[in-house]
């Protein structure tokens, strides 16, 4: 293992390039290696055993660019994934997108009173509910599914006057407490398309709630796996290898709004799995 | 073959119940099989050789049904995948729903500039604007992807102010014709989701324009076909089975919607293709 080493960052989709951009912010010499699993997306309504075998199969394919770590940035795939691709790819640290977003999450929160917005399969799986409670008991979370993100981010809907009504929609039933109620102090972005809209979903839930971004709080926790075992790039210029399924040219156009620089249709190499 | 024999009605999910409603409204008396390929959704994302590999199989597991007719609910699966399952299926009529949509339109646009709205991959693939400068060589067709409304319609959120929005959103570029511009005076919808948002749609369109709704004209369509060959049913009641390929529960809550009847999950009998 080598810190020249390339990190692997895989998702079902788009979506995990907020993630991948999150992780150039913070460790720009890196050299990354994507991998979109368009022909087969979305893996939110799939059983999991069909999840866990897609995941197996794309962490294999980028194992042998010979990785230094792997990054599930696709939330499905953390949440019944994580164990399998640890267990396969074991020289590599493997790290999934839920717990960190959990951590940032339990830290945040004072009352403890967390809500987490995401897909609807994410929601109905549970994984950040268990992975917040395991961490702090006292938790209380409401998970809430918001499906229309994912279309809105994937359409470039990302402001403006749909964006924000959509926000109102979910956000306010979550953060309008009933007398009496409490109201959650802190909001997981539990879907890798959600920090797309970011903005209209801060403005939604109201200035005192602390918002986690799961792509962020990934990157950090990567960062900090990379230096705590002396595995960062130190003197790399960094890089971008993008590989997709199927479907370049639709990645290169939607994936270039999520990534914030314009991918090129040839940039995206397709491959299968 | 007998008028007693039932009829297939294929879907790659939930949005053709928009097609079967219709057909159970234009014909009470028929017996009907639904097949809502769940697992594989969407079709629209994937390479035409996989989606006629699919609508095959679909096809074949409803032939054995003893299909009098049957029809492919689904406009990516008609567009790519209706020569090669009628070639398949050679002993009962097989009905798509993009020939019936483009016929009413060139019927019913005086002006012959039309437009087509439909998800992403119906509009690149071009199967409206193909079928309907076939039938009209004057025609103008303006084809806009409109993937919000997919969302809009699986979430229940068919009326108020977000579903407003995004219908003037995607129509008043369509409709407002700039000076000297020629605006379409009809517009077909021209995926199985979108009667679901008829309404809004209407009122965002104007009200001088002809909507087309290709669930309504398909079910005309196949009523004629029927019909003409003596096949219609005389005296049965009526039935409804509801095949999918995976979560029944979902189909069901989000099915009920789109037939508007509610589904019990147990009426779903889960397949395998």
Redesign the interface.
Known sequence: MSPDAPIGVFDSGVGGLTVLKALVTQLPRERFVYLGD??R?PYG???PQTVVRYALQAAEALADYGLKCLVLACNTASAVGLAAVSERIRDVPVIGVIEPGAEAACLASRSGHIAVIAT?GTVRGGAYQDAIVRRRSDARVSAVPA??F???A??G?CRG??AE??AR?YLEPLFNARAGGSRPDTLVLGCTHFPMLAEVIRAAAGPDVSIVDSAETTARYVRQTLESRNFAARHGEGSLRLLAT??AD?FARIGGRFLERPIRPHEVELVDL
Do not use: F, M, N, W
């Open positions: 368009t022909a997306l309504t799939k059983s609807e499906q229309l994912v279309a809105l994937e359409e809907l006057p749909i009504s959509v929609h199927d479907a639709r």
